[in-house]
């Protein structure tokens, strides 16, 4: 069972998201130690603590990476959307709102910068590789590197990552921001 907390400054919208939610199997309302927080609120009014949902929000950012966003949601998202978005911000997915993913894909726009931490922007190519499922000898080809330097890359990553082995390296990858799904 996931326990979601909801925000709201309007006691209708809050009513309103916590009546979906409640109806949804798999997940609880809960006000204390929730593993998901929807919130109807500028991302300015969030700090940083459970995967977090927001509703009506900006555009996605490095700070909102920072602070645990996993979902920006249009105002109008339906219930199925805003479920979904709750299932896969406690899974340690990223949601994004298909209009704005268009927008990326078709280069109007970019996707957020992550805060990178200690990788490298060549470590970061690899990480995504890894989580392509690319064996050592893929990756290698794929950047036109040796195998040996491939090697490298994914024991530098395990390491910086404190990740024992590459499932979990892709896994850390994906709830710091660093890859999206």
Known sequence: MIRVEVEAEDAEVRAGLEAVLAA????TLAADSPDVL?????????HPGPPLVLLGAGEWNPRALSLGVRAMLPADATPGEL??????????LATVDPR?????LAGA??????DTGPLSPRELEVLRLMAEGAANKNIAWSLGISEHTAKFHVASILAKLNAGTRAEAVALGIRRGLILV
């Open 24 to 27: 949804s199997p798999g997940l």
């Open 38 to 46: 929807v919130a109807a609120s500028p991302l300015e009014d969030i």
């Open 83 to 92: 479920v979904s978005a709750v299932f896969a911000a406690a899974n340690g």
């Open 100 to 104: 704005e993913l268009e927008s990326w």
């Open 109 to 114: 726009g970019t996707p957020p910068a992550a």
